[in-house]
């Protein structure tokens, strides 16, 4: 039986709608005909993308469809989609489907994730998957991140996200929901779920707070334990229907990409390496901006005070620290130079932090000082002078340690990568580190 993976995009505005929403009932509704090869994939692509709504979102699904039924299932969504996604100008829905693989699509999702796609790009892109599988694709700017979520599988290393849906005619902002109910299942499966609140500031993270149908998406790192938060949660709320996606979320994966300081460019995600130039400078608001260069250049990067703990961190920086920040890049504007927004800063070689003292005297041992421009030492206690200047130097500590450093819990994008998985799961993103130890 083939296997066939359908992705959709560019379904939501500020009006209402989200992608995951009809993600769910297209996978509840085939998967009452055909069998599932795997849980449906919501995927996050680059978090820096100007014209996202919220979360940069695609989803994807995969199941095994005889060949006679693929058109009448592409119909069928692409239907759905065209009835249910956001009448708004900015939205610019894309169904695509796609039977087998085709490697090139997992390329394009890796591109997806931390660079910016021209929409050009991707139908061409689409006409070349067409030569190679049977494939039916329509649609416009959400092409890029439907051919993205097809490129996801098969989703190796993952998080899941439980999803509790509400009817799609309340359209509030805000969300009535039990606090406490949160606070007790992230204590309960803490080893388990990761981004679901903030605890610098004792409030939840699992609640958006636009018009769309999502009243709150827990988020873990096993199947079966959002399984049971669930069914623990579900007599206990009112909702309309729940769903569990498999998705590359909290793993870091838009940062993997490391750049030359002079290969950057607005709007990708991306990872560099240089020496810092100068003592950070640290703003009115808390914001801590500093200057770091490699050998191809030299580039600002903004630590914002919402990102906490690495707000805190970047203020211990020094002169000559080597480091790798990675982030999203901010295109300049007429008051700030292109920027590279931190998210993860990682120490790899503290500058000694040193101290200039003037030696002892060599006849009484009293500590020697100048005896004026160009004079050379003088002891106040013996009259001992030389012009021979040898100045001590002492290494005094660094409070600062090489090391992996990220924001804090409230700061987290979709993608970023969490405490939880890097002690838990042991999951550490990748590094630059040999090119550090050249230099
Ligand atoms: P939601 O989270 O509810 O799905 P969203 O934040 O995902 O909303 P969309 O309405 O899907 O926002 O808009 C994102 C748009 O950006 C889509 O059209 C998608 O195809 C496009 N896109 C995604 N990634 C890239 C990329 N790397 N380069 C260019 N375009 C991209």
Redesign the pocket.
Known sequence: MPKVHIAI?????PLGM???FLGALVTLRLSRKYDLIDLSYLIR??PN?P????????VSMHFEIPEEDVEEVFYYVKNLVEKMASKHGK??P?VALIIGENYKLQTFYKK?LS???PLSYALKFAQKIRKENKALISGK??????L?ALGAYPLKTCTYELLFYRPIIIRTPSRKLDEQLIFAIDRKYRSQVFANIDYEKSRILVAPHGP?PVLLGIRGFSYETLLKIAEEISSKISYSFWFIYKTNQGLGLHTFIYKKINMVRPYQSVRVLGKVEQKPIIMKGGHVFLRIADETGSLAVAFFKDTGFLNRVARLLSEGDLIEVAGGIQPPSSSTPITLNAELLRVIKTSPKLKYKYPTCPRCGHKLESAGRNKGLKCRKCGFRTKEVALLIEKKPRILEPGLYIQSPRAYRHLSITERLIVYKGLLPPTCQKIGKEQ
């Open positions: 995009d560019d379904t939501d505005s989200c992608t995951t692509l680059n993308i014209f996202k709504t919220r979360g940069n979102a695609a939205t610019q894309a997806a660079d910016v796609i700017r959400g092409l890029v991140g439907a993205a769309d």
